[in-house]
């Protein structure tokens, strides 16, 4: 009898083993396939991805990989050839006028259409004219210019102005008296119109071009600036805007003529 059942005993273990051995080798197996299968579809989602991206060509700088953007990627026809057309709207005083005479620099040097006016002078036609407008302020309580928002307010949603590019500058007495929030609020004027909003040229410039006046270090210079450290373009000399925010504005001005051309192409 013992015997027996320890015959019955061992042949079960005997096939439990046998069953485990099988199970074992169709989850390998079945791994196996999986694997194989993923490794396919990877290389075939791959090969898709290298068909539809651009020819970019990775080279090794400093022990870390960049990508070497196509040279004509942010590319620009200057002048002659360049048939992009900039609209310069603005309303203020006359160091507003000096202003927007650099951002129309900045302009003229991607393309030769720049035109400046005054919101007396600008009509729709002329928005329509233009693939990029750049609105100019002073600031008055923390408001933009009334004369241009009110021109502003002549714009109609009739109009598809979806393709063009905006941006602002603006002129301040005071560093936190009401400058970014004049530039923010032109901005929003374009956004509600659907122009693409741009800012400067550098993160200094991130929501437009802007000039303060009337602190200092900006006020008019003497010698005992030097002993204050700051740049000499920080200085303004024969009343005239300071170096510092010409660049800025120049900077804006071919920012926004850069872009405009490339949404035309």
Request: charged content about 15%.
């Amino acid at each position: 009898m013992y015997g027996a059942l320890s015959l019955d005993h061992s042949t079960k273990t005997k096939y439990s083993f046998q069953r485990m051995n099988i199970l074992l080798l169709a989850i390998t197996f079945l791994s196996f396939i999986g694997v194989v299968y993923l490794a396919t579809e990877m290389q075939s989602i791959r090969e898709q991805l290298l068909v539809n991206q651009p020819a970019f060509k990775s080279m090794r700088i400093d022990n870390t990989f960049a990508q070497e953007m196509p040279q004509n990627l942010f590319s620009t026809t200057q002048h002659g050839n360049n048939t992009t057309q900039i609209l310069i709207v603005h309303a203020g005083d006359a160091w507003l006028k000096q202003f927007g005479q650099q951002v129309a620099q900045g302009a003229k040097s991607i393309t030769k259409n720049v035109k400046i006016l005054h919101p007396s002078n600008a009509t729709i036609n002329d928005v329509l004219w233009a693939d990029a407008l750049v609105l100019g302020s002073n600031v008055y309580n923390a408001n933009p210019d009334p004369e241009l928002l009110a021109w502003l307010a002549t714009l109609s949603f009739h109009y598809d102005l979806s393709s063009k590019v905006a941006s602002a500058f603006v002129l301040a007495g005071g560093i936190s008296a009401g400058e970014e929030l004049v530039m923010t609020s032109l901005l929003h004027a374009a956004l509600i119109f659907q122009f693409i909003v741009v800012g400067g040229d550098t993160w200094t410039s991130a929501f437009g071009a802007s000039a303060i006046m009337g602190e200092g270090p900006f006020h008019l210079k003497t010698t005992n600036n030097i002993l204050h450290g700051w740049p000499n373009e920080c200085y303004r000399q024969n009343n005239e805007i300071p170096q510092y925010f010409f660049d800025k504005a120049f900077g804006l001005g071919r920012r926004i003529a850069q872009v405009a051309t490339k949404l035309k192409v």
